[in-house]
């Protein structure tokens, strides 16, 4: 996607080159993972969940939804911590589409089937119950704009996801961090050939702006 290696990138680099835009408020920390070892960048499909006493949880509209999301994509939920969204049978589904990711602002479930190594689709939420959805809540909204920690993440909004961070990158200002992005791993590369080389310390502050 726009000629970066996912491999390449981190959430650091995000982070530094937005925080160089005046963009401080971009990076959501803190949520547990399914995988050790993750780097995701795509396109933003959100689904908002509602708690609310009733018999039904709009399933439908739940799976349409998903079933509609694909690869290129993350689906980022705003959840609950209440009740938990999201687990086998949804992890099943997802992968067989081939989303990118998946974020839960909020509980999910079924980790002994999640967690296992076998599934490859990185999932990330605030924690885990096996209280269900069913009687508490239900699927308000799709595709529409949700905050998770103070963040504002909209449809189609570019996301990287890693082991540290998910980074939401500004629609306004997104072909320049793409940009920026791809300047600092050049940097970067240079940088790394230049400690492996032997440069002392003092040669590489002349040489160099910032590490």
Known sequence: MYGLNAEELCSGIFSDVMDSMGYRGQVI????????????????RTLKIETIETSDENIRMGLSFVGKVGKGEI??????????????????????????????????????????????LPILAKGYSPVDIKGRGRVESVDV???IDGI????????YIDN???????KEKEQEVIEKVKEKIKEEK??????????????????VKEF
Do not use: W
């Open 190 to 207: 240079r940088i790394t050939q230049l400690l492996e080389s032997g440069i002392s310390v003092e040669e590489l502050l002349e040489t």
């Open 152 to 159: 504002r993440v909209e449809p189609n909004d570019l996301v």
């Open 145 to 147: 704009d949700i905050v």
């Open 29 to 44: 920390t803190g949520f547990q993972r399914n995988k050790s070892k993750i780097s995701v960048l795509g396109r933003a």
């Open 75 to 120: 689906l980022l939920v705003s959840g609950s911590e209440r009740f938990a969204y999201f687990g086998e049978m949804m992890t099943r589904l997802s992968t067989r589409q081939e989303i990118e990711a998946i974020v839960i602002d909020g509980l999910t479930r079924d980790t002994n089937y999640t967690h296992h190594e076998s599934v490859q």
């Open 164 to 170: 540290e961070a998910i980074c939401v990158v500004p």
